[in-house]
């Protein structure tokens, strides 16, 4: 099992940036792929972007291409979320999540591939 830890939500004006981290723990995080997903009020959770447990190959939802960047440290075992262009229709509480197969072929982005998932972060965007 692994223990997932976000950080670096907040409040931003419409147009700025915020770079989220996910900080794990408890098993070997570079042989998982991670995603980030969100949720806003009274929505369904969404994927958002997700990255191979290699870190050569990412993937986004259609909603954040070209604004969001995925990353990761497999030294530092940490998953990061660059934003950039935030809109106030990406407020939502965003969670960061762990694959549950070992080096996966592919970038899952369906909730139920993933069996880890941190507490989330709010990320509010004002107009």
Same mark, same amino acid.
């Given at each position: ?14 147009? %700025? @940036?915020? #770079?989220? *981290?996910? +900080? +794990?723990?408890?098993?070997?995080? @570079? $042989?998982?792929?991670? =995603?980030?997903?969100?949720? +806003? ?10 990255? $191979?447990? *290699?870190? %050569?190959?990412?993937?986004? %939802?259609?909603?954040?291409? %070209?604004?969001?960047?995925? &990353?990761?440290?497999? +030294?530092? /075992? ?5 934003? /950039?262009?935030?809109?106030? !229709? ?10 549950? !197969? ?7 982005? !369906? #909730?139920?591939?993933? =069996? ?9 965007? &004002?107009?």
């Amino acid at each position: 099992q692994v223990q997932l830890v976000e950080s670096g939500g907040g409040l931003v004006q419409a147009g %700025g @940036s915020l #770079r989220l *981290s996910c +900080a +794990a723990s408890g098993r070997t995080f @570079s $042989s998982y792929a991670m =995603g980030w997903f969100r949720q +806003a009020p009274g929505k369904e959770r969404e994927f958002v972007a997700g990255i $191979s447990w *290699s870190g %050569g190959r990412t993937y986004y %939802g259609d909603s954040v291409k %070209g604004r969001f960047t995925i &990353s990761r440290e497999n +030294a530092k /075992n940490t998953v990061n979320l660059q934003m /950039n262009g935030l809109k106030p !229709e990406d407020t939502a509480v965003y969670y960061c999540a762990s694959d549950k !197969e070992v080096r996966s072929f592919s970038i899952p982005r !369906e #909730r139920t591939e993933y =069996g880890s998932w941190g507490q989330g972060t709010q990320v509010t965007v &004002s107009s």
